[in-house]
Nanobody, 118 residues
């Protein structure tokens, strides 16, 4: 059974930081690219950042310089370090695994809520 379990969300003031974690089980972690997506109230889900199995990252323009995605293949975990948070970063953040080798195979976590507010 494949599981992606996110943690680390919460309430933070503008300018603050949070670190999200996503622990993955049931798949060969290194066979998957990983990504963080988010969905704000009333908006569509959007890609925030992604990382290849070798650790090469990509970011949405609005988070460049503020967010850092990383992964630890030994721990089957992907992280999202979020700094200088803004109210517009408020959303449910989802972890996703996308297979390199099995066509159209992806898995999602249940999400963790991040609220940026004073």
């Amino acid at each position: 059974q494949v599981q992606l379990v996110e943690s680390g969300g919460g309430l933070v003031q503008p300018g603050g930081s949070l670190r999200l974690s996503c622990v993955v089980s049931g798949i060969i972690f290194s066979d998957y690219s990983m990504a963080w997506h988010r969905q704000a109230p009333g908006k569509e889900r959007e890609l925030v950042a992604s990382i290849t199995n070798f650790g090469s990252p990509n970011y949405q323009d609005s988070v460049k310089g503020r967010f850092t995605i990383s992964r630890d293949n030994a721990k089957n975990t992907v992280y999202l370090q979020m700094n200088s948070l803004k109210p517009e970063d408020t959303a449910v953040y989802y972890c996703k695994a996308n297979s390199y080798y099995i066509f159209a195979t992806e898995y999602w976590g249940e999400g963790t809520l991040v609220t940026v507010s004073s």
